[in-house]
């Protein structure tokens, strides 16, 4: 457990300190979302319509922004072998990566996101769905990536790729994401927000093990 | 651990205490890379104590054979038996925990300070103290708070020679520990492996510089 956590700590520093992924994902979610009204017009009730929406993707979006990195600058400089040699199963270590990379990107993205939404004049009724879909389906956005991470890792510009990858496996997060947004808008109750916990469950318990096939696939070729 | 508390006796080294590995043997090792065969019939035993410098020119395989060794690299023929604490340890995942590995990429993070990058492994690899005796022999403690993007690739070696000590482990593989040293960084160096070689750890290691010590040489031609 010291192990994990030592990774963990290792791994927030790296994101918080300078030229680390996570402030940056954080500006990339704020731009997007503020260009997306210059582009769609001023009108108020289509901005509150589509803002749900915008801010699924703007998030989805931002959290893939420093997921090419995740296990790459590892790989690169070594230290994943030492990583793959420590006593921790590779299962963990890329349980702790996944985890530190949601805490820097997903869960700071969801705490900013209501104040990114008053751009797009979002109902009050919205702004806890936006907030609690956010929380629970950005963890699915950092495992699915990780496993895309892992699966890239030895493709020189495998950056480029692992969008092509993930993006159509995340369609659910965001329909179901920004379904449970409007359905909160609209006074509905369509289990979205249920939906959207058992993708993000089903896709975080399973990814750290895909993961670490993918790794060891990977290094061992 | 009966001995952890006396130094000088056997498996005691740098004030850490290594578990048990009596030998590794290899035999008939084959590694094929890129579809080419890089070396066949390679063949190596090794006991307590004892040290193998594999010699080759460039291309021949010998970072390959330490990646195999340490279990990251499938073999394409042969086996590696490694017997610690009286009993052979069958999987290559197994094998990982009795590993050394320093490789010629170095795993230092340009963000972290020397100390922090030893405080992380040592956490990693199990908790061992003595960061500051590590750092001290091998010269970097004025630069221990400097970020490892300051550092010289010299400095990196020695980082990561100390790294090698903090982790304790009896089997060490050495990838070119000489490279970027200056004459005080080769003896340190060759301390180190005697000092290793007295408490019964082992030692592989792959280069081109003459090395003082006593050990067995293997030569992939």
Redesign the interface.
Request: hydrophobic share 45%.
């Given at each position: 457990m010291?192990?994990f956590?030592?990774?963990l700590?290792?791994d927030l520093?790296?994101a918080t300190?300078?030229?680390?992924g996570a402030l940056l994902a954080l500006a990339f979610f704020a731009a997007v979302a503020a260009l997306v009204p210059f582009g769609i017009g001023s009108e108020p009730r289509l901005l509150a319509r589509v803002g749900g929406g915008v801010l699924w993707i703007a998030a989805v979006l931002a959290v893939l922004l420093a997921l090419d990195r995740l296990f790459q600058?590892d790989y690169?400089?070594?230290?994943l072998?030492?990583?793959?040699?420590?006593?921790?199963?590779l299962e963990a270590i890329a349980a702790a990566k996944m985890a530190a990379h949601w805490l820097t990107t997903g869960l700071p993205l969801s705490i900013l996101s209501p104040v990114l939404a008053l751009l797009f004049n979002l109902p009050p009724r919205g702004y806890l769905a936006l907030v609690l879909s956010l929380l629970i389906g950005t963890p699915a956005v950092s495992a699915i990536g990780a496993v895309a991470a892992a699966l890239t890792l030895s493709i020189r510009r495998g950056g480029l790729i692992l969008p092509l990858l993930v993006l159509p496996l995340l369609a659910p997060v965001v329909i179901f994401g920004a379904g449970a947004v409007l359905a909160a808008i609209d006074g509905l109750a369509n289990g979205a927000i249920w939906l959207l916990a058992a993708f993000s469950v089903a896709s975080v318990v399973l990814a750290p093990f895909v993961t670490a096939a993918a790794l060891r696939l990977n290094?061992?070729e | 651990m009966g001995g952890r508390d006396k130094p000088g006796q056997d498996g005691w080294v740098m004030g850490v205490w290594l578990p048990q590995l009596e030998c590794i043997e290899a035999l008939k090792l084959a590694c094929v890379r890129g579809g080419r065969a890089v070396f066949r019939d390679v063949s190596f035993r090794l006991s307590r104590g004892e040290a193998l410098v594999v010699e080759g020119p460039n291309g021949s395989g010998k970072t390959s054979l330490l990646r195999l060794i340490a279990g990251l690299l499938g073999p394409a023929g042969g086996t590696i038996h490694v017997s610690a604490g009286g009993s052979p340890v069958a999987e290559p995942d197994e094998r990982g925990k009795y590993i050394g590995w320093l490789g010629h990429q170095d795993g230092a993070k340009a963000q972290l300070t020397p100390r922090e990058t030893l405080a992380f492994f040592a956490r990693l690899y199990g908790g061992r103290e003595g960061i500051a005796e590590a750092l001290e022999s091998v010269s970097l403690t004025r630069a221990a708070d400097l970020p490892c993007q300051y550092l010289s690739a010299g400095q990196k070696k020695r980082l990561a020679l100390a790294r090698l000590m903090l982790c304790g482990r009896p089997l060490w593989l050495l990838d070119e520990p000489l490279a970027a040293l200056d004459a005080q960084g080769k003896r340190v160096v060759a301390e180190m492996l005697r000092a290793h070689a007295r408490a019964g750890g082992l030692a592989v290691i792959a280069t081109h510089e003459p090395l003082d010590i006593d050990a067995a040489r293997l030569s992939l031609a």
């Open positions: 010291s192990a956590a030592a990774l700590a290792r520093r790296l300190r300078a030229g680390g600058a690169e400089d070594g230290s072998d030492l990583l793959a040699l420590s006593p921790l199963p290094t061992s | -």
